[in-house]
């Protein structure tokens, strides 16, 4: 049975003529087939429509490199996410009926460069927190690198602690999940009982998976990492330790003896044990405002370079502007959105008030080592165009991003039209470390004007240590000429000292089109 003539008659809007194609496959020119077997599905599409839409896939079909296989095979996708990031191409609809789905569709927005998805994905994952998924939603905005998300979802953890920890998802965290609900000051708990509990409970059951006998002590703390010095045992009485942590396999006799004597003795104490917290306060709940017009928005990490951090809330007035916080600071941040410096309460940016950003606190200026050009050879760029550059300081900073030049002006394959001064650019960015570990990244797109430098922003902000290799790559997805170049490998810039192109000289890749590193000398909560 064939396809009905005419159908364009009766699809009044183009999103009505997208769902017909997408579902009939009519005219479609590529095909995919994805995920795993035995689950594998094939899907029909169309590369004009797709391209439209992402710049992954454009690169794919209409680039320098473009996709030959038909089918193209994409294995790290489920076919039920593919199918929702099509349906959003084509209709501009999405329907987001499971917290997996919208984890999946996220991460597929992601690859294929979707920003507006990501947000919708993000959206849809903050309305359906709960204390049963908080946890695992942080893991997958932790990997996928969404600060604000991570933010929510400790929100959630540090308000409602008792019921994450009730939870039977608790016992399959990630170490690393439990390790930063230990880190945080402000819990809802009624004793530091219930977190050793709960670290007793997922070590029982990570030994468990691990075909570990979870009744020998040995094994319990193999797996647990440094936990045990993030329990406060010192806050609890002498009987909630006795009956608790003291009879607790997780602990030796010797250290349970230690500890106790401590908790006991208000004179000279004998030393804690190795490697135990000597800290006594409690982990206070956080604070209830009653005024209704102020609502709990989110938790502001506060830490040094060199530890994991602790939150503090943060506190909007639903009479105010958005940007205006109420926090526990004594004075008003200056809040850093993407790149510009605005002050959260009307204040001049020149005052000595910490600037806040996404993930950290910092005080100061920005910094921007520029580098100088010996001599511009230029490059044209016909699909991707990859450039990195490795480098070390030699004092600690804070990496915030990078500068890169846009297009020059040249003149077009039929030589008599002039490019625009103004284009979109397309860029990725990411900054790593010497084993090549992403510590940071950024998809950025934006209007910008020929010959000049673009500043991009990374997704938060890097703690470089001094004297450490680190290397910054850029990929730019724009069609066109570039000045790349060659720059010095040597530039001073305030007080810090950057060498460029060190280490393996491979690892560096047209760094000429690397301008500049932007930096500050403080950096909390990386």
Known sequence: MGLPCDWQI???KISERGQYLLETGQWSDCKFIVGQEPHQQTLKGHKLFLAMSSPVFEAMFFGGMAEKND????????PEAFKALLEYIYTDRVDLGSFELACELCYCAKKYMLPSLVEECTKYLWSDLSPKKACRAYEFAKLFEEPVLMEKCLLIICSKTNEVLKESSWEE????TLLTVLDQDDLQINSEIELFTALEQWAKAECARKSLDPSDGKFL??????ALSKIRFLNLSPQEFAEGPGMSPLLTQQEAFAILMNILCTGNKAPMPEGFSTNAHSRAKPVKVQNSNIDLFKYRRISTPHSSGSYIPVYWSSSESSSTPYTLQSKPPTVIESGIRKDALNLSVNNSSPVVIEGGIREGPKYYCLRSLLQQTDCLNTNVLDCSVTFSVDKNICVLGV???TQIASVTNNMNHILDTSYTEILYAHLLDSDDTRLTYTHFTTKVNINTLVEITFNRPVYIQKNKVYRVGVVFNKVG?????VCTQSMACDSVFFSFGVGNSADSVRDGLIRSIVFTYHCLGT
Do not use: F, H, T
């Open 173 to 176: 965290v990630e170490l690393a």
């Open 10 to 12: 009766n699809k009044q």
């Open 221 to 226: 703390k193999s797996v647990i990492g440094n």
């Open 71 to 78: 089918p193209i095979a994409i294995r790290d996708v489920q």
């Open 481 to 485: 000429w570039y000045p790349m170049g």
């Open 403 to 405: 500068q890169v030049p």
